[in-house]
């Protein structure tokens, strides 16, 4: 997919890990120049940026359709136009995106999407990458060997894991999902209103209503250290300071940053997360929960002040 022309590779400032790890690696083995496209408070891509940044030595174009720590989703049929104006190739990592929105249209709006089986309902270990055909040929495979699918990949595929996403996939498309979806989205802002009416000073970072991913919440306690409030938490409920896949790095979100937090806000920031299965009962025992951790990590700050 070399192109000597076009040496430039935008990467949105809120993607996910990997996204920006193989950025780095472009940049530093292969000798492209990585560009970040800002953000802004609700992480959605500042349009004016974009078109900035964008020009004919723009090789590729990398944009989340939906946040996996924030939820924003992106509106992505401007940020086709431009991009497909400048000539460049225009990815999007859409792991996320089968449960916050309906997929039928995002095909003709991208160039490249990448898919995972686990954020679908299906089974973990399996992903797809979806190509626009007549860029098939131009596509370097990461393994050489019996040049299976046209030389672009080698290997025997897990047949089971192929089935179950493909199931998957399937589920995610029909009707029933459509109303999931929006039992989904009223019972996580229950979950938030609940949240938010508790005694301790709160606050919901990104965006609300439609614009979310329906079972997203990341929220800061002002006051608290989120580390502090989760280890509170266990063994009872799971939550997360950032992405769950970087969930072992001890510093404050790249994506937290780059909406404007300070490092302090960030460190107060829980993401939490439901799903289809997820019940106002358990909304509700994890609000007394939350609201106990809180007043025993208060006590506890008030004793080694006092």
Known sequence: MANIARKRILLSAIEHKCVLSMGRV???????????????????????????????????????????????????????????????????????????????????????ISLSGHKMYGPKGIGALYIRRDLQDEIEPLIYGGGQQNGLRSGTLPTPLCVGMGAAAEYIGSPEVSERRKDLQDRTNRFLDMLLALSWPTKLHGEEGQKRHPGNISIGFRGFNAENILGALQPHLAASTGSACTSGIPEPSHVLKAVGLTTEEAKSVIRFSLGFETSDQEVDVAVKLIDMALQRLSDSQTMRTA
């Open 26 to 112: 472009l940049e530093e083995q292969y000798g492209y120049i990585v560009e970040s496209i800002p953000v802004d408070r609700n992480g959605h891509i500042k349009s004016a940026e974009l078109e900035k940044l964008l020009g004919d030595d723009v090789l590729l174009v990398s944009i989340m359709a939906v946040n996996n720590e924030i939820g924003s989703i992106q509106d992505i049929n401007p940020i086709s136009e431009a991009i497909r104006k400048s000539g460049a190739i225009f990815h999007c990592d859409a792991a996320q995106a089968p449960i916050a929105i309906t997929m039928e249209s995002l095909a003709a709006k991208a160039d490249m």
